[in-house]
């Protein structure tokens, strides 16, 4: 279950959207184990402010998929007349990728909404903890899900309805939603590192501008 | 160097404030492959919109440990004046830990400070993404940090005086911070899972409330 070195899994723990298998059934207890490791996390005095729908049911699946879809299809309008006025081509990969899980989006066997108890404060020093607090926690889901086969990606589309979402998920008042994450075994288990930049590009010593030594 | 399992290293990955080896010198390559682990987390529509600062200078963390220590004194004395209200025995080993941190901050090795490109935008459809942009790749250098036997723990408390480290770091003004972070080896390597809520209790099925199958 868990053969993978955790530095191959830090590597290679992509956003999966063209990969997720759309027909193989996802077993409860795997999703219960990853959540098992997910709130092993730390969070902020300990407060485990986190809650997680995990939503199998169709008729849930596509009342949010309906969101997922409007925003999404608005977020690639967006996008795609930004890319034109700059002349690059479309679509790219990723457009693509994105495009693909908006049309299947409530084909994918399993959602699950990570949410926090709270809301947040609207200025950093408040928010930082806050999503600190649970976003560690999501992505030691992810990771433990690739560890198992499986795949995600953390999506944030349907928060722009966030209020229809909280409706057709019963959620109080005081209880945030974070994302949706789309969960699925992978069609693949070999996925790659990322092209990234260079450490070097993005890491400074001591001050802004710096060079790491 | 990476001997331990995924599994092992999600369960036991700690907030380390007591255990954290003033002493030992920690070399700039560890540093540097746990953040190239780090920035292989994936990021919004790809932007890898991360910047970093490994601060190793001793006045930088002296001036950031004045700021660190001024706020975090102020956030454990309104802690201790809520478990006084409520009954509660004071100091906790939370408390305890915390209070030990402020104490010697200026002591540890080294700090990252985790900076996002752009600023917060104040409401929770953008700012998940936002956030949710940086903080998987900050708990990927966590779990890297942890399975080379280093610790650290989030911490957000400098970011009430945010304009006045972001003036010490030379942070350019829509730069923004989302935390600080000592990273030191860790006197102990036998850490434990933490003791967690059952999953039960804190997932749902399809709706708020409903138990999980």
């Known amino acids: ?7 191959h899994v830090l590597s290679t723990t992509r956003a999966v959207r063209l990969k997720l298998d759309l ?6 207890e795997v999703v219960y184990e990853c959540l098992r490791l997910a709130i092993q996390a730390p969070s902020p005095s300990n407060r485990q402010a986190w809650r997680w729908i ?3 049911d169709q008729q849930v699946k596509d009342q949010l998929g309906e969101l997922f879809r409007d925003a999404g299809t608005a977020y690639l309008r ?36 990570p949410c926090v108890l709270g809301r947040p404060r609207g200025f950093n020093a408040a928010d930082a903890a806050f999503y600190g607090g649970i976003f560690p926690a ?13 795949g ?5 589309f349907h ?17 945030t939603q974070v994302g949706l ?8 288990s070999d996925f790659r590192p990322a092209p990234r930049q260079p450490v070097e590009e993005v890491a400074f010593a001591d001050r802004w501008g710096q060079p790491l030594a």
């Open 1 to 7: 279950m868990d053969s993978m070195s955790t530095d």
């Open 54 to 56: 995990v939503v199998r």
């Open 152 to 156: 995600s990606t953390l999506t944030t």
């Open 78 to 113: 967006n996008r795609r007349a930004k890319s034109d006025a700059a002349g690059q081509p479309n679509p790219s990969r990723l457009v693509d990728s994105v495009q693909h899980l908006i049309d299947v989006i409530e084909q994918v066997p399993v959602f699950v909404i």
């Open 23 to 28: 027909h193989r059934e996802v077993e409860p």
């Open 159 to 175: 928060l722009r309805h966030e209020q229809r979402a909280a409706a057709i998920l019963g959620l109080p008042d005081d209880v």
């Open 181 to 188: 994450l789309p969960v699925a075994y992978t069609t693949v």
């Open 138 to 150: 999501v992505w030691s889901f992810q990771l433990a899900l690739r560890s198992r086969g499986l």
